[in-house]
Antibody, heavy 119, light 108 residues
Framework: EVQLVESGGDLVQPGGSLRLSCAASGFTFGSYWMSWVRQAPGKGLEWVANIKQDGSEKYYVDSVKGRFTISRDNAKNSLFLQLSNLRADDTAVYFC????????????WGQGTLVAVSS | EIVMTQSPATLSVSPGERATLSCRASQSVNYNLAWYQQKPGQAPRLLIYGASTRATGIPVRFSGGGSGTEFTLTISSLQSEDFAVYYCQQYDNWPPLTFGPGTKVDFK
């Protein structure tokens, strides 16, 4: 059974930083694209970033480019998202998602971790 | 960027009735369209991919159709557990991956 468990969410001040982690199990982690998707309170889903199996390709939504960094450690079956220069509109639940064999399709989701940016 | 739109925003349905949700893409996404279901306080779940293929474990009452820019998700006979928000997502041309704003299916 695929399991994705996020951690690291917290209350942080504007301009602050945070590192989110996702522990993956139940599949061959290094064989799949992985993504982060976020959901602001009461709002819809927004894709944030994804990373290729070997980490050689990384893509970001424009609103986080230069502030967020996605990475992975295939030896530890872990996905990360480094968040910097946080803004109030980054407040959201951040979901770790597993890519399907078709790139861009998200076939398994974690339960999410809440990032709240406020002074 | 491909913009996804969904209609209606809210669909009020009685249990046992048929529900049809629509999704439109600002340009062709071929068949690279997925549907997700999200219940309150839960993570989204993949329902349909490739516009019409049910994901593992998804009941046959869920069906998807369409191609190009126009897509539908049909729930043939609504069950109580189907009241949720449904999102479409294109994965044809990215980055960015883009989602529609969602359709909430609630109790009539």
């Amino acid at each position: 059974e695929v399991q994705l468990v996020e951690s690291g969410g917290d209350l942080v001040q504007p301009g602050g930083s945070l590192r989110l982690s996702c522990a993956a199990s139940g599949f061959t982690f290094g064989s799949y694209w992985m993504s982060w998707v976020r959901q602001a309170p009461g709002k819809g889903l927004e894709w944030v970033a994804n990373i290729k199996q070997d980490g050689s390709e990384k893509y970001y939504v424009d609103s986080v480019k230069g502030r967020f960094t996605i990475s992975r450690d295939n030896a530890k079956n872990s996905l990360f998202l480094q968040l910097s220069n946080l803004r109030a509109d980054d407040t959201a639940v951040y979901f770790c998602t597993k890519g399907a064999p078709v790139a861009g399709l998200l076939d398994n989701w974690g339960q999410g971790t809440l990032v709240a940016v406020s002074s | 960027e491909i913009v996804m739109t969904q209609s209606p925003a809210t669909l009020s349905v009685s249990p046992g009735e048929r529900a049809t949700l629509s999704c439109r893409a600002s340009q062709s996404v071929n068949y690279n369209l997925a549907w997700y279901q999200q219940k309150p306080g839960q993570a989204p779940r993949l329902l349909i991919y490739g516009a019409s293929t049910r994901a593992t474990g998804i009941p046959v009452r869920f069906s998807g159709g369409g191609s190009g820019t126009e897509f539908t998700l049909t729930i043939s006979s609504l069950q109580s557990e189907d009241f949720a928000v449904y999102y479409c997502q294109q994965y044809d041309n990215w980055p960015p991956l883009t989602f529609g704003p969602g359709t909430k299916v609630d109790f009539k």
